[in-house]
């Protein structure tokens, strides 16, 4: 089915582990985001394409790095997990601005 | 900066009740977009409504409504007869534009607001 897909969906790191959240979108969209969900806080955007080969810092990038491998890919890296970024990662898409996003089924990420 | 403020964190109905959720925002654009994101217990986040801010008309979409009211800052949703399918957590959001006017693309969601349809 044509959407966007996160792997992987559970993922436990102990504290200062890496690990890279994977993304993919085959409806040949534009943009891409990365959000991470925290109870009671919604949802931030930690960093974003608006196309390719373009990336730049959201509301939390703090702790993350991303990569924009192509227009399909669109990776998201932490390089020393603390336990504060716990939490469910979504990645959305983009035909254009302002259209509606599609997203990703979300990562939930536990950092012990 | 910009806001979105979703004041109901949990709303609890019985089914075939009408329910509001209610969104006000903050802004200092007059260009802007409002959006409404619907997530069911499955956990995936789907797209309900745009709306730009030059368009004050309210939509109806079956039994979804939306009253958007810039003079209140205001972008409520209205289920009618609500059903247990609509159980979910709802996200309003706030699309302004970037550093330059380039993009509208990142978006600012309110906290959420948990519906429960109960049979």
């Known amino acids: 089915n044509a959407g966007v897909t996160q792997t992987p969906k559970f993922q436990v790191l102990k504290t200062g582990q890496s690990m890279t959240l994977q993304c993919a979108q085959d409806?040949?969209?534009?943009?891409m985001y990365w959000y991470r969900q925290d109870p009671g806080m919604g949802l931030r955007l930690i960093y974003y394409s608006a196309s390719e080969g373009t990336t730049d810092k959201g509301e939390v990038p703090n702790g993350y790095n991303v990569s924009r491998l192509n227009k399909r890919e669109f990776s998201l890296r932490l390089e020393s997990a603390a336990p504060s970024q716990t939490s469910v990662y979504f990645c959305?898409?983009?035909?254009?601005?302002?259209?509606?996003?599609?997203f990703g089924s979300g990562t939930r990420l536990t950092v012990v | 900066a910009q806001k979105v403020t979703q004041a109901q964190t949990e709303i609890s109905v019985v089914e075939k009740e009408d329910v509001t959720l209610d969104c006000v925002y903050e802004?200092?654009?007059?260009?802007?977009?409002l959006f409404w994101y619907k997530q069911p217990p499955s956990g995936e986040l789907v797209f309900l409504i745009r709306?730009?801010?030059?368009?004050?008309q309210n939509e109806i979409s079956g039994r979804y409504s939306w009253n958007f009211q810039k003079s209140t800052s205001s972008f409520n949703f209205t289920i009618t007869a609500s059903q247990v399918v609509d159980s979910a957590v709802y996200f309003c959001?706030?699309?302004?534009?970037?550093?330059?006017?380039?993009?509208?693309?990142?978006?600012?969601f309110g906290q959420g607001t948990i519906l429960t349809v109960h049979p």
């Open positions: 709306r730009n801010s030059f368009d004050e």
């Open positions: 959305a898409s983009q035909y254009r601005v302002p259209y509606g996003y599609t």
């Open positions: 959001a706030l699309s302004e534009p970037t550093a330059g006017g380039t993009s509208y693309g990142k978006l600012t």
């Open positions: 802004t200092r654009d007059t260009t802007y977009y």
């Open positions: 409806m040949n969209h534009n943009s």
